[in-house]
């Protein structure tokens, strides 16, 4: 029960401080949310910045790589490549465009915030990491031509989607990022045999 307790609190906590940024929300504001006090805040953080590296950089990590895994984890093909990064292009419409939870976090707490941004961070690298295998298994079925660098291509393939979603979330248009997802994919495709 105390870990559904964390966990709940974790994600209203989260969530403020989503909307709000972590810059903008005080303590007081996190505990109200959470409905915590000051003592077990204090028992468990030294300050807002490390509940910010717990809560809303680690637990948002957390469930943007549990829905990525689920979407990438077993693709294998080109059209299942295509097929998910479809439906996470859809996705992102649907939900309004929203801004990429991990970047959002990444850009605020990049130069203030080393444990969080080293969370952040991790949380890039494990979902390149997923594109990666989904692309090293493409190689070795052998529909990329083995010489083909699927950490390479996974890298340009993050850096479009990241890129794509900055920049269809400013122009409220998700052209931009169908265009970047369609470029990236295209250098993938070059590697096909």
């Known amino acids: 029960m105390a870990g559904q307790a964390v966990s709940a609190a974790y994600g ?37 910045d490390d509940l910010a590296a717990a809560a809303a950089v680690g637990y948002r990590c957390a469930q943007v790589m549990a829905r990525l895994t689920q979407a990438l ?63 090293e298994r493409m190689r070795q079925r052998g529909e990329l031509c ?13 850096a479009s989607i990241e890129g794509g979603m900055v920049l269809s979330r400013m122009r409220k248009d998700i052209a931009p990022l169908r265009i970047a997802v369609e470029t990236a994919l295209g250098q993938v495709r070059a590697h096909l045999t």
């Not at 292009?89 to 707490?109: D, K, N, R, S």
């Not at 083995?146 to 993050?158: E, I, N, S, V, Y």
């Open 73 to 135: 984890g077993a693709v294998s093909s080109l059209a299942g490549l295509e097929q998910a990064l479809a439906a996470f292009i859809a996705g992102f419409e649907q939900m309004g465009m929203p801004a990429c939870l991990i970047g959002t976090l990444a850009t605020e707490v990049a130069g203030r915030n080393e444990s969080a941004r080293r969370q952040a961070a991790a949380g890039f690298d494990a979902w390149e990491q997923l594109l990666a295998e989904a692309l």
């Open 12 to 48: 209203r906590t989260a969530e403020l401080f989503a909307e709000r940024g972590i810059a903008a929300t005080s303590v007081d504001e996190v505990l109200a949310a959470a409905g915590a006090g000051k003592g077990q805040f204090y028992h468990y953080f030294r300050g807002r």
């Open 146 to 158: 083995a010489d083909t660098q699927p950490a390479k291509l996974a890298t340009g393939l993050l």
